[in-house]
């Protein structure tokens, strides 16, 4: 049986305790107030001066040389206005007396006041081309201070949504890897695999972070649904109202799906259906090896084949909903599998650790070398994978170039470039190059390695689905971020290791546990 050590317990509860203080203060010191968003705003600016400096100073150079340029030649452009009116009006009819009242009117007023520019002197003229142009020099005023109001607003908005979307991307995060986890145990249970089955008290223990993982994910949403935060924009008010400001046809056309009660009521289907079938399995696991009764091998098999079969839907319907649904306007009918592929292969990264740690333990005596060979095969394997769904959407969008598809990756590689192309270097060329070699996938420092990176990278993965569309530009890996992270991983590590003191190690009851103890090739 295995003892949580008080070190590793003490650990993650660190985690978790730095982890909510870091949580908290980063929902503390988001801005408040418009006034809030405008200070920021500003020190941005200020921080970004330097590298514009020059070209403001040209611009200011060409405009006081223009001042220069309207001031002393003033009189010879009223005179040239003053023409001009002129003619207009007997165009149209005008009294040339009127005019000519006007004309000594305005040539008054420059010789007066010599530092005048046209614009200052134009309303004296008494016409309806200056009215005009007041009105709308007026109305330009107005326009670009409401659209300066609207900016810090939406400013606001995306630094309010910081916090909770690093809180958002953690959570999720580290709930699918442990989803990932269940999946690939199902597959062991429906595949009847022969390596496998020393390991299954491994991912049960993974698994049951599903269930708190599970809690915690549904209580956000719940909050986003009752507008806590603006991280899914088609909850908005009157978004799906022709009458309404924020009418959004886009959103409206798809308001039959995207509806915050559907919207919740499918989660809960979902989350419940993991949560069911995790409970199943594990009960009737444990039951076989006290029992050695088939009859529990049997009920596994068909428990297993029947939530893969339901997790293959609920894991596409998973992604729209609480990923893809942040960017409404836009689809891939690939990002199912594509989101799949980033969390499974986390999930099998996980197994891979938690066996290393254990079997340096001294718990896991019959686990040798070629299960840790096949474990670094599958995070080879799924990384492949996955940098081929990337690549495949990716390409398909850039080369058609549709405006409505596009934009997602144009927004990411402007405004995200390291991390959007770091996590395939992550995911895929570091994989590629340290876990090609056969002989490294034995070495368990390689696979530790490996693994770390593998793991970090998806987080970015996660944090590239994400944070472009609740934050905007306004992102840095702050303390709300690693905070977030710090919170869920003690909190993972504290129930997965938890979970491992309540059953042995070793599922002897399984009809395939020899064949797994004495697995080499």
Same mark, same amino acid.
């Given at each position: 049986?295995?003892?949580?050590?008080?070190?590793?317990?003490?650990?993650?509860? +660190?985690? #978790?305790?730095?982890?909510?203080?870091?949580?908290?203060?980063?929902?503390?010191?988001?801005?408040?107030?418009?006034?809030?968003?405008?200070?920021?705003?500003?020190?941005?600016?200020?921080?970004?001066?330097?590298?514009?400096?020059?070209? @403001?100073?040209?611009?200011?150079?060409?405009?006081?040389?223009?001042?220069?340029?309207?001031?002393?030649?003033?009189?010879?452009?009223?005179?040239?206005?003053?023409?001009?009116?002129?003619?207009?009006?007997?165009?149209?009819?005008?009294?040339?007396?009127?005019?000519?009242?006007?004309?000594? +009117?305005?040539?008054?007023?420059?010789?007066?006041?010599?530092?005048?520019?046209?614009?200052?002197?134009?309303?004296? &003229?008494?016409?309806?081309?200056?009215?005009?142009?007041?009105?709308?020099?007026?109305?330009?005023?107005?326009?670009?201070?409401?659209?300066?109001?609207? @900016?810090?607003?939406?400013?606001?908005?995306?630094?309010?949504?910081?916090?909770?979307?690093?809180?958002?991307?953690?959570? /999720?995060?580290? #709930?699918?890897?442990?989803?990932?986890?269940?999946?690939?145990?199902?597959?062991?249970?429906?595949?009847? +695999?022969?390596?496998?089955?020393?390991?299954?008290?491994?991912?049960?223990?993974?698994?049951?972070?599903?269930?708190?993982?599970?809690?915690?994910?549904?209580?956000?949403?719940?909050?986003?649904?009752?507008?806590?935060?603006? #991280?899914?924009?088609?909850?908005?008010?009157?978004?799906?109202?022709?009458?309404?400001?924020?009418?959004?046809? /886009?959103?409206?056309?798809?308001?039959?799906?995207?509806?915050?009660?559907?919207?919740?009521?499918?989660?809960?289907?979902?989350?419940?259906?993991? *949560?069911?079938?995790?409970?199943?399995?594990?009960?009737?696991?444990?039951?076989?090896?006290?029992?050695?009764?088939?009859?529990?091998?049997?009920?596994?098999?068909?428990?297993?084949?029947?939530?893969?079969?339901?997790?293959?839907?609920?894991?596409?319907?998973?992604?729209?909903?609480?990923?893809?649904?942040?960017?409404?306007?836009?689809?891939?009918?690939?990002?199912?599998?594509?989101?799949?592929?980033?969390?499974?292969?986390?999930?099998?990264?996980?197994?891979?650790?938690?066996?290393?740690?254990?079997? *340096?333990?001294?718990?896991?005596?019959?686990?040798?070398?070629?299960?840790?060979?096949?474990?670094?095969?599958?995070?080879?394997? /799924?990384?492949?994978?996955?940098?081929?769904?990337?690549?495949?959407?990716?390409?398909?969008?850039?080369?058609?170039?549709?405006?409505?598809?596009?934009?997602?990756?144009?927004?990411?590689?402007?405004?995200?470039?390291?991390?959007?192309?770091?996590? &395939?270097?992550?995911?895929?060329?570091?994989?590629?190059?340290?876990?090609?070699?056969?002989?490294?996938?034995?070495?368990?420092?390689?696979?530790?390695?490996?693994?770390?990176?593998?793991? +970090?990278?998806?987080?970015?993965?996660?944090?590239? #689905?994400?944070?472009?569309?609740?934050?905007?530009?306004?992102?840095?890996?702050?303390?709300?971020?690693?905070?977030?992270?710090?919170?869920?991983?003690?909190?993972?590590?504290?129930?997965?290791?938890?979970?491992?003191?309540?059953?042995?190690?070793?599922?002897?009851?399984?009809?395939?546990?020899?064949?797994?103890?004495?697995?080499?090739?």
């Amino acid at each position: 049986m295995y003892q949580f050590s008080s070190r590793l317990k003490s650990f993650s509860f +660190a985690l #978790m305790v730095l982890g909510i203080l870091g949580i908290g203060y980063g929902f503390w010191t988001a801005p408040k107030t418009n006034e809030d968003v405008e200070a920021i705003l500003k020190e941005q600016e200020a921080h970004h001066g330097g590298a514009h400096h020059d070209t @403001h100073a040209a611009a200011s150079h060409s405009e006081a040389t223009h001042e220069e340029h309207a001031k002393g030649d003033d009189h010879a452009k009223v005179e040239e206005h003053a023409s001009h009116e002129a003619t207009t009006h007997k165009a149209e009819g005008v009294d040339t007396l009127k005019h000519e009242v006007a004309h000594v +009117a305005v040539d008054t007023a420059a010789h007066a006041e010599a530092d005048s520019t046209v614009v200052a002197i134009a309303p004296v &003229v008494t016409n309806h081309k200056s009215d005009v142009y007041v009105s709308r020099f007026h109305k330009e005023t107005v326009d670009h201070a409401a659209e300066h109001k609207e @900016h810090v607003e939406h400013v606001k908005h995306q630094l309010q949504n910081k916090p909770w979307s690093a809180l958002y991307v953690a959570c /999720i995060f580290f #709930m699918l890897i442990a989803v990932g986890a269940l999946a690939f145990y199902a597959i062991q249970w429906v595949a009847q +695999a022969g390596w496998s089955p020393i390991l299954f008290r491994v991912m049960e223990g993974i698994t049951s972070y599903v269930l708190p993982g599970s809690i915690i994910f549904f209580v956000l949403l719940v909050l986003a649904g009752f507008h806590f935060n603006h #991280m899914f924009t088609w909850m908005a008010d009157g978004v799906a109202d022709p009458k309404s400001p924020n009418y959004d046809h /886009i959103i409206a056309g798809k308001t039959g799906f995207l509806n915050v009660p559907f919207f919740l009521i499918r989660a809960a289907i979902f989350l419940f259906g993991w *949560n069911l079938y995790r409970y199943v399995s594990r009960k009737n696991s444990i039951k076989l090896d006290q029992t050695r009764d088939q009859s529990f091998f049997r009920k596994n098999y068909n428990a297993a084949a029947m939530f893969l079969v339901f997790f293959i839907v609920s894991e596409s319907m998973m992604s729209w909903d609480w990923i893809m649904s942040v960017d409404p306007h836009w689809y891939s009918t690939l990002f199912g599998w594509y989101v799949f592929a980033s969390f499974f292969v986390s999930g099998i990264t996980v197994i891979t650790l938690t066996t290393i740690y254990l079997k *340096n333990k001294g718990l896991l005596p019959d686990v040798n070398k070629s299960h840790l060979h096949d474990l670094a095969k599958f995070m080879f394997g /799924i990384s492949v994978f996955w940098t081929y769904l990337w690549f495949s959407q990716f390409m398909l969008m850039w080369y058609s170039n549709i405006p409505e598809e596009v934009t997602y990756f144009v927004t990411r590689i402007e405004n995200y470039n390291l991390p959007f192309f770091g996590m &395939v270097v992550m995911n895929f060329v570091f994989p590629l190059l340290i876990l090609m070699n056969a002989d490294f996938k034995r070495l368990q420092w390689v696979i530790v390695m490996a693994g770390i990176v593998i793991l +970090a990278g998806h987080y970015v993965d996660f944090f590239n #689905m994400i944070m472009p569309a609740t934050v905007g530009d306004q992102w840095f890996i702050g303390v709300s971020e690693i905070s977030s992270v710090l919170f869920f991983a003690g909190l993972f590590i504290f129930v997965v290791f938890t979970a491992l003191t309540k059953a042995p190690l070793s599922s002897d009851g399984n009809p395939y546990i020899e064949e797994s103890k004495h697995f080499h090739y």
